[in-house]
């Protein structure tokens, strides 16, 4: 059984940082691009940051740019996003995806829970 499991949410206060995690089980997504995307209270799902398979390539949204960076242990089969700077905007239940398509960046059929990020002004 494939899963993605995040950790790492919180409440944090304007200005602080975060580190999610995403640790896979059920197989290697070590030959897949893996991202994560968030959704704020009545919005729909937002894209955030992508890697590629060997973590040689990332990409993230305009919004999160510059504050947020995403990584990946293969070895470990988790990626992680780095969320510094962060703002009330912020505030969302964020989800780690696996098999993303690089470049359109629609996500993949694998979904973590999600991890809820709350940032305090």
């Known amino acids: 059984q494939v899963q993605l499991v995040e950790s790492g949410g919180g409440l944090v206060q304007a200005g602080g940082s975060l580190r999610l995690s995403c640790a896979a089980s059920?197989?290697?997504?070590?030959?897949?691009?893996m991202g994560w995307f968030r959704q704020a209270p009545g919005k729909g799902r937002e894209f955030v940051a992508a890697?590629?398979?060997?973590?040689?390539?990332?990409y993230t949204a305009d919004s999160v740019k510059g504050r947020f960076a995403i990584s990946r242990n293969n070895a470990k089969n988790t990626v992680y996003l780095q969320m510094d700077s962060l703002k009330p905007e912020d505030t969302a239940v964020y989800y780690c995806?696996?098999?993303?398509?690089?470049?359109?960046?629609?996500?993949?059929?694998?979904w973590g829970q999600g991890t809820q990020v709350t940032v305090s002004s």
């Open positions: 995806n696996a098999e993303i398509s690089w470049g359109t960046w629609s996500p993949g059929k694998y």
């Open positions: 890697i590629n398979w060997s973590g040689t390539r990332t």
């Open positions: 059920g197989r290697t997504f070590s030959t897949v691009a």
